[in-house]
C-alpha cells in the first residue's frame, strides 16, 4: 500500500553501472511504495546538486553507495538545509561500508522498503574548519614513505626535437636565428642597401654587414630540461602531532604517533583515540570524548570516510554538530 510520501529519487551514475537490476528493483519498489516519485538521473556532480537544490518538498532517497550518500550530506549541509532534510539510502555500487556502518540495509528491496517505512533516526557530524564533513571514522596515518613532486617545465623531450629542428630552419627562414625579433635576412645585400626594415645596417660597420649576409650564423636554442623532479627527503616513521581534545592536550609533539582516529559518538561528543609508538612494551591507546578536537603538527593528511583523502595540511579542527543530520532506517 502506498504511504504518503513524496519521493525524489536520485540515481547515482555509478549505481547505474555497477548493478542495473538492483537500481531497477529499488525505482520499482519506491514507485510502488510511495504517493508520488520523480526519479532523477544525474549525469555528474553539478547535476546531482542541482537535483537536490530544486528538490521542493520531496523527500530524498539517494540510490547508490558511499560516496553517493556523502556528496548528498556535504551538498545539503553548503546549502544549511541538512537539518531539516530527512534522507534515505538505497546502497549499490562497489563501496558500502559506511553504509552497513550506519545500519542501512545492503539488499536493493530490504533498503527499499526502509526508505518507505522506516523511521528518521538523527546522527551526529563531525565538521571541520573548511567546512568539510564526516559521517563515520576520520583516520590520520604515519607518513608511508618519501613524497615525490614532479614538475614539468615547459618543454620535454619532443619539444627538445622541436627545439633542434627550429635551429636548422632558421637560416633559410626570417634570418639569423638570434631570437629577439631582429636579424639580417639572406637576400640582404653585401651593402646592405636593402629598404625598409633593414634600413638600420646602413649604420653597422659594411664588413660586419657583408659577413652576416653572406654566413647567417645557425644559433640553435639551448634545450630546458624534459621534467624536474624533486624528491623530498623520505618520510618514514611515525607522526608528531598535536591532538587537543577541547583545549586539553591528549598528545603532545614530544610524544610520536601512529595514527590518530576521530568519529562522532552517541552522546553527543567525538570518539578520538591515538595510538603511541610502541618502545619496548606496547604502549596503550590514550583515548577521550569531546566535542572539538584539533590536530596541528607536521604537514599530514587524513582520510574520511575510508573514501575522502585530504591535505596536506599543517592544522584542522573538527567540531561534533550533535544530531545534525536524519537519516531513514529500518524500525
Known amino acids: 500500500m502506498a504511504t504518503g510520501d513524496q519521493l525524489l529519487v536520485v540515481i547515482d551514475p555509478l549505481a547505474r553501472h555497477t548493478d542495473g537490476e538492483a537500481v531497477r528493483i529499488a525505482k520499482d519498489v519506491l514507485s510502488a511504495g510511495a504517493a508520488s516519485t520523480k526519479v532523477c538521473l544525474p549525469e555528474g556532480p553539478e547535476e546531482f546538486a542541482r537535483v537536490l537544490a530544486r528538490r521542493g518538498s520531496r523527500r530524498p532517497v539517494v540510490v547508490g553507495d558511499d560516496r553517493a550518500l556523502l556528496r548528498a550530506v556535504a551538498l545539503l549541509h553548503r546549502q544549511r538545509e541538512l537539518t531539516a532534510c530527512a534522507l534515505a539510502m538505497v546502497p549499490v555500487g562497489p563501496s558500502l561500508g559506511l553504509a552497513r556502518s550506519l545500519g542501512v540495509p545492503t539488499g536493493a528491496v530490504a533498503a527499499a522498503r526502509a526508505a518507505l517505512d522506516g523511521v528518521e533516526r538523527r546522527l551526529d557530524l563531525l565538521v571541520d574548519d573548511s567546512d568539510g564533513v564526516v ?37 633559410a627562414g626570417t634570418g639569423s636565428g638570434f631570437g629577439f625579433g631582429f636579424g639580417a635576412r639572406a637576400d640582404v645585400g653585401a651593402g646592405g642597401g636593402s629598404s625598409g626594415h633593414q634600413s638600420w645596417l646602413r649604420n653597422w660597420p659594411q664588413s ?54 576521530i568519529a562522532p559518538g552517541t552522546d553527543g561528543g567525538a570518539d578520538v583515540e591515538v595510538r603511541p609508538v610502541s618502545v619496548g612494551a606496547e604502549a596503550a591507546p590514550l583515548r577521550a570524548v569531546g566535542q572539538r578536537v584539533t ?37
Open 295 to 331: 590536530v596541528s603538527g607536521a604537514d599530514f593528511r587524513y582520510r574520511a570516510d575510508s573514501l575522502v583523502v585530504a591535505g596536506p595540511v599543517r592544522t584542522r579542527t573538527w567540531t561534533v554538530r550533535e544530531g545534525a543530520w536524519g537519516l531513514t532506517l529500518p524500525g
Open 208 to 261: 660586419l654587414v657583408r659577413t652576416l649576409s653572406a654566413h647567417p650564423p645557425r644559433i640553435r636554442r639551448v634545450a630546458r630540461p624534459a621534467r624536474i623532479r624533486v624528491v623530498s627527503p623520505a618520510v618514514v616513521g611515525p607522526s608528531r602531532l598535536r591532538v587537543e581534545v577541547d583545549g586539553v592536550t591528549l598528545v603532545d609533539l614530544d610524544q610520536p604517533v601512529q595514527g590518530v582516529s
Open 135 to 171: 559521517l563515520g571514522t576520520l583516520r590520520i596515518p604515519a607518513p608511508a614513505g618519501a613524497t615525490a613532486l614532479d614538475a614539468e617545465a615547459d618543454a620535454d623531450a619532443e619539444t627538445e626535437a622541436e627545439a633542434d629542428g627550429e635551429g636548422d630552419g632558421d637560416s
